[in-house]
């Protein structure tokens, strides 16, 4: 589809489009949107979403059945703009989020790391061409959630003038139900064709509902076999799909982009992230446990250099973060180490890694790495920006959306094996034996115990001790001064998600905390404390008082760590950019570098809380999706 015939006819589009109901044009498969409605928290994408008329029906449709505990979204997609105006004026005051993007790549809200109960495609399927119809089938079926529904009509009958003006496309409800059996969809519904609604005698329509049956990737099989299956002389194999299900449980917005292969689309991460993750979490194993890690008589491994790893012995797991800062001979080796942590993880478990029963020849590899050399420097801030100077790490979408859906299934088992696997091998022989085994669980313990609410407290002491009276700081949920017995909580509950981010992290009365416990908070609560929780991190994260001086601390604030680029907020004259430079904070700093790479939806150089509230309230969502969370 070109937008540019729809934008200039914008205004007579829209108005043909409202003068036709939602009951009018999708009679035929409507009978499913009940139960898509009943969910308080469904999520529906509307895909072509035109002049606003089926997205406000929809919204306005789970509005008047939740009514206040309505937590329905739906998101609306029109590439072309004009007609989008029009149709956020129609659904204006709705629960309607829209989005500029369009198939194959949809890679707008596939970057928002959402999955969909109900997907739309209204009038849609005819524009596109049928080179791309695999990959946009691919990507729908990406986008649903287990047992989620794909509504597509298909309109029959095109003009010479239809082709050329609107690139419409001829299309076929075989050909269409195909394409979906390959990704795993089955055909709930096909209906006979239908005449236009619009007295159109060359034009008739068809629905095709297409659900999918669970996750449907064939993901879940292939993680089976590395994991269990697969031969593995060392515990790289498992390292990796760890680490890479870490970075998609916690990181959702670490993806750089998505692309096309001829065999299937794939997620890119910075390859720096996979190595800093990988050097993570094998830091005590080695370091603190002396667990060997292969079957090898010496316990060094191919990424423990003397000029790197065998540098930072003094360091420890938890230093391995974002938004850590290393400076002189330790910033030096960890260039290196990562470095050295690249090569690894390119020539040993992404070498040795293949689908299951795949041909040697096929080509068809299931992760990828494409490095870069980094030289080595005496500054290293740990952000996305950075870790993008190794290159870039690539793996399979469906491999990607399977680790982000269902990771608390999937770590036990990597974890187990990786258990049994170390447990084998003759330099772990005190731990060969079942009983001995509670303590390799413990170790492979991924949680932080030095990141802990400590220092988000001392700064709230410190800021009780500097604020006047009138701007004592006051409980995020329920606008209470906090003057003698507070807590600080997880927005997000920690047990369910564990994330220490300084952004997650909020002073709340201690009362209040309790009745919270481990619940998440309702959208409704959420959005009613934006004001509070975003007065919290200004205050304390990012006011210009906070900074550090340039006169005093010239050595820390003059030069801006490796990798750490302005954001476009910044591009102003000289002088003027220098003043910026100074003032912007090390927590300011580390505050965005943890939000932009945790949180989904966000640029990697995004200095904007209300944009970090929006993803917050994104990840709420998610996580209620994904691991269906009580709430408060």
């Not at 606003?52 to 939740?66: M, S």
């Not at 986008?143 to 050329?164: M, N, W, Y």
């Not at 020849?361 to 870069?372: H, I, L």
Request: with cysteine; glycine share 4%.
């Amino acid at each position: 589809m070109t937008p540019q015939y729809y934008n200039e006819n914008a205004e007579e589009l829209a108005k043909q489009y409202l003068s036709k109901s939602f009951d009018e044009v999708h009679q035929s498969w409507s009978q499913f949107l009940p139960v898509v409605i009943a969910n308080p928290n469904a999520r529906i994408l509307d895909l072509g979403a035109g002049a606003g008329r089926d997205a406000k029906y929809i919204a306005e449709l789970a509005e008047q059945t939740h009514k206040t505990e309505n937590n329905i979204q739906v998101y609306a997609v029109e590439p072309a703009t004009q007609l989008a105006d029009l149709g956020a004026k129609v659904t204006k005051d709705l629960k309607v989020k829209w989005l500029n993007d369009a198939l194959p790549s949809l890679s707008v809200i596939t970057k928002h790391e959402v999955s969909f109960d109900l997907i739309l495609l209204s009038a849609v399927w005819m524009h596109i061409p049928q080179s791309a119809r695999a990959r946009s089938i691919r990507k729908l079926a990406n986008l649903l959630k287990p047992g989620g529904k794909l509504v597509i009509s298909l309109r029959h009958g095109q003009t010479e003038d239809d082709f050329k003006q609107r690139k419409m496309h001829i299309v076929c409800a075989d050909e269409l139900k195909r394409l979906a059996t390959d990704v795993g969809l089955f055909t709930k519904l096909e209906t006979q064709k239908e005449t236009d609604k619009l007295g159109r005698s060359h034009v008739s329509w068809q629905t095709v509902v297409l659900q999918m049956p669970d996750d449907g990737t064939g993901a879940f099989p292939f993680i089976r076999h590395v994991a269990i299956n697969d031969g593995k002389s060392a515990t790289h194999k498992l390292a990796l799909l760890r680490v890479l299900l870490r970075i998609a449980d916690g990181h959702p917005g670490a993806v750089l982009r998505r692309e096309s292969s001829p065999f299937g689309d794939r997620v890119i991460l910075p390859a720096g992230l996979v190595a800093l993750y990988w050097c993570h979490q094998y830091k005590d194993l080695i370091d603190t446990h002396q667990l060997f890690q292969s079957p090898n008589q010496n316990p060094n491994m191919g990424f423990m250099k003397p000029n790197g790893w065998h540098k930072l012995t003094h360091r420890s797991a938890s230093d391995y973060r974002i938004g850590n800062l290393f400076t002189g001979e330790d910033a030096i080796a960890l260039h290196k180490t990562i470095s050295a942590a690249v090569s690894n993880i390119k020539t040993m478990p992404c070498r040795y890694i293949t689908f299951p029963n795949q041909e040697s020849n096929s080509g068809a590899k299931v992760f990828e790495v494409a490095s870069k050399t980094v030289k080595a420097k005496d500054s290293l801030f740990l952000d996305l920006q950075t870790l993008e100077q190794w290159g870039e790490f690539s793996l399979p979408e469906s491999t990607w959306l399977a680790f982000n859906r269902y990771a608390c299934w999937i770590e036990p088992v990597l974890v187990s094996e990786w258990v049994k696997t170390m447990a084998s091998y003759s330099g772990n022989a005190q731990y060969a034996t079942p009983e001995k085994q509670f303590h390799l669980y413990q170790v492979l313990n991924w949680l932080e115990p030095k990141r802990t609410t400590t220092e988000v407290r001392n700064r709230f002491e410190q800021l009780k001790q500097q604020l006047p009276k009138s701007e004592q700081i006051q409980c995020v949920w329920s606008s209470k001064s906090l003057q003698q017995k507070y807590d600080i909580d997880h927005s997000m509950p920690f047990a369910r998600w564990p994330n220490n981010d300084l952004w997650n992290l909020l002073p709340t009365d201690s009362q209040i905390n309790n009745q919270k416990s481990d619940r998440l908070p309702t959208e409704h609560k959420l959005k009613a404390s934006k004001d509070r929780i975003q007065h919290w991190w200004q205050t304390a994260w990012l006011n210009d008082s906070n900074n550090l001086s340039v006169s005093t601390q010239s050595n820390e604030v003059n030069e801006v760590p490796v990798g750490y680029e302005i954001s476009r907020d910044f591009l102003l004259t000289p002088s003027v950019l220098e003043q910026k430079i100074a003032s912007t904070s090390a927590e300011s700093k580390r505050f965005f570098a943890e939000a932009n790479i945790a949180l989904p939806g966000l640029r990697s150089d995004n200095t904007s809380i209300d944009d970090l509230f929006e993803a917050l309230v994104m990840q709420r969502g998610r996580l209620k999706e994904m691991q269906q969370l009580r709430e408060w």
